[in-house]
């Protein structure tokens, strides 16, 4: 057993060297509060129990077609301590996960691309919290949705509609699709492609359809926390009116690119070959097509892959650069990207009283721990938040703690039906261990 210590030890050295850990950013960035790498060990955290105890949790998942891989981070006091991937692309095991690949984060966008916007221009003065959404949706001041206020919507607090199938409320009922909605032909009038179909969307779909379906939806009765995807269609459009920038380049700008996060971004075939990009659903229903490299989300497809709901993609390290900003307080590489008192705003629980866990965007620990229902470690500590994904991702930041996880997968792949991460808890699990080995290096010290 001590032998297979020190010989996890010198594996751990060398894999400070592996491309997917050091990768070359074309961006300068001081690396005083950057992530770095080192051996789990040097953190008091049993290496054994580790490599092995995630191993065998992940050989389940494997196994039991969770997903066909997936990508482990984890990071202590801005230290990635261990980064795996594992498995294959898809279930004919032709190419294996390697770290420098992309998958879709799914609605992880809505924290790292929609909320982390909305913090810089509430940093910057620019965006009031307890404003409505009449006030920054004029188009929606004489809906039922004038009077709701943004803190409250971005909590899930709001009597928002959960979703609208946006594809599927633009069909008749025999199945052809209405007028100035989607096409089979490419004209003026349909001049964009959805991503991953042979479709073409009316030229003002977002507008005419889009924002005019979230107008007339009903409310729910009650207020009550429902998570509820709605306003994220309408938040980059929000963003370019109060930055002067388009959304996908005022995120650019303003965080990926200065954090040195490369892979992280909307459409990634336009930078990224596809061989690099891990496929997601076969979609037997609207695109029928394989999604490669095109995003997941129906409602984001909609929005022609850049939205505030889902369209991100990154492999799990440019991922972990954005939470390691916010655990660090707002700062990266000696560069200010957010206050430390916006950060603590956003992420706060805003209705606990009212049994909602939510913070604003931001997804919490439940406020009653239940091993069924959880996507964490029951030791994350209350002040912890992140957000996980449909297609089977989830990063989570635990600041008391100063613990960073990151995890990624296509369960989707090839069909959403597929709900063995769930099931078999596959995240929660690990996440327990890293909490338990880390109570024990405690425990163990002199």
Same mark, same amino acid.
């Given at each position: 057993? @001590?032998?297979?210590r020190?010989?996890l030890?010198?594996?751990s050295?060398l +894999?400070l060297?592996?491309?997917? #850990?050091g990768? $070359? /950013?074309?961006?300068?960035?001081?690396?005083?509060?950057?992530?770095?790498?080192t051996s789990?060990?040097l953190?008091?955290?049993?290496?054994?129990?580790l490599y092995?105890?995630?191993?065998?949790i992940?050989?389940?998942?494997?196994?039991s077609?969770?997903?066909?891989?997936?990508?482990?981070?984890?990071?202590?006091q801005?230290?990635?301590?261990?980064?795996e991937?594992?498995?294959?692309?898809t279930y004919?095991?032709?190419?294996?996960?390697?770290?420098?690949?992309l998958?879709?984060l799914?609605?992880?966008?809505?924290?790292t691309?929609?909320?982390?916007?909305l913090m @810089?221009?509430?940093?910057?003065g620019?965006f009031?919290?307890?404003?409505t +959404?009449?006030?920054?949706?004029? #188009?929606?001041? $004489? /809906?039922?949705k004038?009077?709701?206020?943004?803190r409250k919507?971005?909590?899930h607090?709001?009597r928002l509609?959960?979703?609208?199938?946006?594809?599927s409320?633009s069909?008749?009922?025999?199945?052809r699709y209405?007028r100035?909605?989607?096409s089979?032909d490419?004209?003026?009038?349909?001049?964009?492609r959805?991503?991953?179909s042979d479709?073409?969307?009316?030229k003002?779909?977002?507008?005419k359809?889009?924002?005019?379906?979230?107008?007339?939806?009903?409310l729910?009765p009650?207020?009550e926390?429902v998570?509820?995807?709605?306003?994220?269609y309408?938040?980059p459009q929000?963003?370019?009116?109060?930055?002067?920038?388009s959304?996908?380049?005022? +995120?650019?700008?303003?965080?990926?690119?200065?954090?040195?996060?490369?892979?992280?971004g909307?459409?990634?075939?336009k930078?990224?070959?596809?061989s690099?990009i891990?496929?997601?659903?076969?979609?037997?229903?609207?695109?029928?097509?394989?999604l490669?490299g095109?995003?997941?989300?129906?409602?984001?497809?909609?929005?022609?892959?850049?939205?505030?709901?889902a369209?991100l993609?990154?492999?799990?390290?440019?991922l972990?650069?954005?939470?390691?900003?916010?655990?660090?307080?707002?700062?990266?590489g000696e560069?200010?990207?957010l206050?430390?008192?916006?950060?603590?705003?956003?992420?706060s629980?805003?209705?606990c009283?009212l049994?909602n866990r939510r913070?604003?965007?931001?997804d919490?620990?439940?406020?009653?721990y239940d091993?069924i229902?959880?996507s964490?470690a029951?030791?994350?500590?209350?002040e912890?938040?992140g957000?996980s994904g449909?297609?089977g991702?989830l990063?989570w930041a635990d600041?008391?703690?100063?613990?960073?996880?990151v995890?990624?997968?296509?369960?989707?792949h090839?069909t959403?039906?597929?709900?063995k991460?769930?099931q078999?808890?596959?995240?929660p699990k690990?996440?327990?261990?890293?909490?338990?080995l880390?109570?024990?290096?405690?425990?163990?010290?002199?």
């Amino acid at each position: 057993m @001590k032998a297979l210590r020190y010989l996890l030890i010198f594996f751990s050295v060398l +894999l400070l060297l592996h491309p997917g #850990f050091g990768q $070359k /950013s074309a961006v300068r960035i001081d690396d005083s509060d950057t992530l770095k790498f080192t051996s789990s060990v040097l953190l008091e955290i049993d290496s054994v129990q580790l490599y092995s105890g995630i191993q065998a949790i992940i050989n389940q998942a494997l196994d039991s077609a969770a997903f066909p891989g997936c990508q482990v981070l984890l990071a202590k006091q801005g230290q990635v301590f261990y980064y795996e991937s594992f498995g294959y692309h898809t279930y004919d095991s032709l190419r294996m996960v390697n770290n420098s690949d992309l998958y879709d984060l799914a609605s992880i966008t809505k924290v790292t691309a929609a909320t982390l916007a909305l913090m @810089k221009l509430y940093d910057e003065g620019k965006f009031d919290l307890d404003r409505t +959404l009449g006030y920054y949706f004029p #188009f929606l001041a $004489k /809906s039922n949705k004038a009077n709701l206020s943004i803190r409250k919507v971005l909590a899930h607090q709001s009597r928002l509609k959960s979703w609208i199938p946006y594809y599927s409320e633009s069909q008749r009922k025999n199945g052809r699709y209405k007028r100035k909605t989607i096409s089979n032909d490419s004209t003026s009038s349909y001049p964009y492609r959805i991503p991953g179909s042979d479709f073409f969307l009316y030229k003002e779909f977002r507008e005419k359809s889009i924002y005019r379906m979230i107008k007339k939806s009903k409310l729910y009765p009650q207020e009550e926390y429902v998570y509820s995807g709605l306003v994220f269609y309408l938040l980059p459009q929000l963003v370019e009116r109060l930055s002067g920038e388009s959304f996908d380049d005022h +995120l650019n700008q303003k965080f990926y690119m200065p954090l040195g996060a490369q892979t992280l971004g909307f459409e990634p075939m336009k930078r990224f070959p596809r061989s690099q990009i891990i496929p997601t659903e076969v979609d037997t229903f609207f695109r029928m097509s394989k999604l490669h490299g095109v995003v997941h989300d129906e409602g984001a497809a909609m929005m022609l892959g850049v939205s505030g709901n889902a369209g991100l993609f990154s492999n799990a390290y440019d991922l972990a650069k954005v939470f390691q900003m916010l655990l660090n307080g707002g700062t990266y590489g000696e560069q200010k990207y957010l206050s430390r008192e916006t950060i603590n705003e956003f992420t706060s629980c805003q209705y606990c009283d009212l049994d909602n866990r939510r913070g604003l965007g931001f997804d919490k620990p439940l406020i009653e721990y239940d091993s069924i229902k959880t996507s964490v470690a029951k030791l994350a500590s209350p002040e912890s938040y992140g957000h996980s994904g449909y297609t089977g991702t989830l990063v989570w930041a635990d600041p008391k703690n100063q613990l960073l996880f990151v995890f990624l997968a296509n369960r989707v792949h090839p069909t959403r039906a597929n709900r063995k991460i769930y099931q078999l808890n596959i995240r929660p699990k690990i996440h327990d261990l890293v909490y338990r080995l880390i109570e024990e290096g405690k425990e163990g010290r002199p």
